[in-house]
Nanobody, 122 residues
């Protein structure tokens, strides 16, 4: 059974950094595009970053503005999201997800993790 498990969330002060990890199991996710999404209370889920299966292409939401970096280690079946210069408005539950191909559309992602909470204090 395919499973994605996020970790690395927590409480951090504004300007700080966090590194999220998403460990995949149950399938060979090395051929899947991977994405990070987030959802804040009362808001729709939005894409944060996505990466193609071979790391050749990446995408970032406009609000990232160079602060976050997505990467993956296919040998470890793990995708990462390095988040720097965090702001209070980055507070949300962060999810990783897998899709058959790189996409900006949420509905293209077939597999989802349970999410990890990121809270940025001012």
């Amino acid at each position: 059974q395919a499973q994605l498990v996020e970790s690395g969330g927590g409480l951090v002060q504004a300007g700080g950094s966090l590194r999220l990890s998403c460990a995949a199991s149950g399938r060979t996710f090395s051929r899947y595009a991977m994405g990070w999404f987030r959802q804040a209370p009362g808001k729709e889920r939005e894409i944060v970053a996505a990466i193609s299966w071979n790391t050749g292409n990446t995408y970032y939401g406009d609000f990232v503005k160079g602060r976050f970096t997505i990467s993956r280690d296919n040998a470890m079946n793990t995708v990462y999201l390095q988040m720097n210069s965090l702001k209070p408005e980055d507070t949300a539950v962060y999810y990783c997800a897998a899709a058959g191909r790189l996409s900006l559309e949420i509905h293209r992602y077939q597999y989802w993790g349970q999410g990890t909470q990121v809270t940025v204090s001012s």
